[in-house]
């Protein structure tokens, strides 16, 4: 069975400060692995895919990068717009023309001015 | 571009109750899904369509029904609504050409509570 988990479940970080969110899976065969942004009340915002071990991919303050058996959103400096739910979703192999994802419950970030 | 619109945004129903909630969307994807995200669960998978007129069934399906007869509509069902289906619900659509790749795009959600 795909899983996805991802820790912590929470974090509250100073502005500045940097930190990392985990994401690790276990699934028959990775075809990509979704990085979203989430903000209350609102539905998930796309921020990156990845495909391959080694790849790395950044976008303002966040980079995101991949192993085998996980992948980690680093945020360098966060700001308090940076505070969101941030979700990671996988699409294994079994998804087949489907292309279905399986999520993780997400990491709750908060940073605070 | 609208993106991805859901309607309506809350709903409050009574056991038993029916309701239809709407997906639309106008980027003219070939698939869409439906989630619902409840505390500590993550987004779960409820049916999905790779194209018009075509539905499948997801991980929690029990309990909806859907329909997609135009392209660009996606409908979900709640047939006697269960105090269990109280839930955030997530409609996401994906142009089906980019392979794996392929990125979903989600709408605002519909927050249902049924009492």
């Known amino acids: ?113 | 571009n609208a993106g991805v619109t859901q309607t309506p945004k809350f709903r409050v129903l009574k056991t038993g109750q029916s309701m239809t909630l709407l997906c639309a969307q106008d980027m003219n994807h070939e698939y869409m899904y439906w989630y619902r995200q409840d505390p500590g669960m993550g987004l779960r998978l409820i049916h999905y369509s790779v194209g018009e007129g075509t539905t499948a069934k997801g991980e929690v399906p029990d309990g909806y029904n859907v329909s997609r007869l135009k392209k660009q509509n996606f409908l979900l069902g709640l047939e006697s609504a269960a105090p269990s289906q109280t839930s955030v619900y997530f409609c996401a659509s994906s142009s089906g050409t980019g392979g794996f790749g392929d990125t979903q795009y989600f709408g605002p959600g519909t927050r249902l509570t049924v009492l």
């Not at chain 1, 069975?1 to 479940?9: F, H, K, L, N």
């Not at chain 1, 495909?51 to 991949?66: D, H």
């Not at chain 1, 959103?73 to 966060?78: F, G, M, R, V, W």
């Not at chain 1, 941030?86 to 399986?102: F, K």
Request: proline share 6%; hydrophobic share 30%.
């Open chain 1, 1 to 113: 069975e795909d899983q996805v988990t991802q820790s912590p479940e929470a974090l509250r970080l100073q502005e500045g400060e940097s930190s990392s969110l985990n994401c690790s899976y276990t699934v028959s065969g990775l075809r990509g692995l979704f990085w979203y942004r989430q903000d209350p009340g609102k539905g998930p915002e796309f921020l990156f895919t990845l495909y391959s071990a080694g790849e790395e991919k950044e976008k303002e303050r966040l980079k995101a990068t991949l192993t085998k058996k996980e992948s980690f959103l680093h945020i360098t400096a966060p700001k308090p717009e940076d505070s969101a739910t941030y979700l990671c979703a996988v699409r294994p192999i079994s998804s087949g023309s489907a292309r279905q994802l399986t999520f993780g419950s997400g990491t709750q970030l908060t940073v605070l001015p």
